[in-house]
T-cell receptor
Framework: GAGVSQSPSNKVTEKGKDVELRCDPI?????LYWYRQRLGQGLEFLIY????????KSGLPSDRFSAERTGESVSTLTIQRTQQEDSAVYLC?????????????FGPGTRLTVL | QKEVEQNSGPLSVPEGAIASLNCTYS??????FFWYRQYSGKSPELIMS????GDKEDGRFTAQLNKASQYVSLLIRDSQPSDSATYLC????????????FGSGTRLSIRP
């Protein structure tokens, strides 16, 4: 497909388990973002990848959260030792990354529930 | 001061009226401005982008940008119940190091 895809769409896990969320950006998009959105809340920036530059990790809430990106393609967000407060929708978005036409396009999200 | 500020609402507008959504930003060198719509339980979707001072129209939507005042707005004409959603303002610089910053969103409710 032409859009951003994310998997899984839903994930239920037990407290203390690790989870891995995947994002496939739009082909050719050099920038990739991860956000967290708790129920009824706004977008919470987590991490930003731009090409081969060092990622902007300033939004990661704790060292239990990490993310990787292979080149300008797939990204994975890993949450270790999940806690109930990690329950949220995790959204991925991609864009061309710079210049005037820098619109972000969002994936459908992964709904994470930590029991 | 937040980098991108929006009134959280809810903003209630009667059907058929004009809904006006406002956003201010703090970074004077911002170059690109976007409006996203997010329905409950869905991902944000891009509805308008604007890069130059003035107005940009697309159907019932008009985006207005005033860089001197660091202000961007979205007007929705002939508001419909289907326009009820949260509207997110987003701002970006021009360089490759400039990430897009989102406001917290304004919840809009169109009452029949």
């Amino acid at each position: 497909g032409a859009g951003v895809s994310q998997s899984p769409s839903n994930k239920v896990t037990e407290k203390g388990k690790d989870v891995e969320l995947r994002c496939d950006p739009i082909s050719g998009h050099t920038a990739l973002y991860w956000y967290r959105q708790r129920l009824g809340q706004g977008l919470e920036f987590l991490i930003y990848f731009q090409g081969n530059s060092a990622p902007d990790k300033s939004g990661l809430p704790s060292d239990r959260f990490s993310a990787e990106r292979t080149g300008e393609s797939v990204s994975t967000l890993t949450i270790q030792r999940t806690q109930q407060e990690d329950s949220a929708v995790y959204l991925c978005a991609s864009s061309y990354g710079y210049g005037e036409h820098n619109e972000q396009f969002f994936g459908p999200g992964t709904r994470l529930t930590v029991l | 001061q937040k980098e991108v500020e929006q009134n959280s609402g809810p903003l209630s507008v009667p059907e058929g009226a004009i809904a006006s959504l406002n956003c201010t930003y703090s970074d004077r060198v911002s170059q690109s401005f976007f409006w996203y719509r997010q329905y409950s339980g869905k991902s944000p979707e891009l509805i308008m982008s604007i890069y130059s001072n003035g107005d940009k129209e697309d159907g019932r939507f008009t985006a207005q940008l005033n860089k001197a005042s660091q202000y961007v707005s979205l007007l929705i004409r002939d508001s419909q119940p289907s326009d009820s959603a949260t509207y997110l303002c987003a701002v970006s610089g021009y360089s490759s190091a400039s990430k897009i910053i989102f406001g917290s969103g304004t919840r809009l409710s169109i009452r029949p």
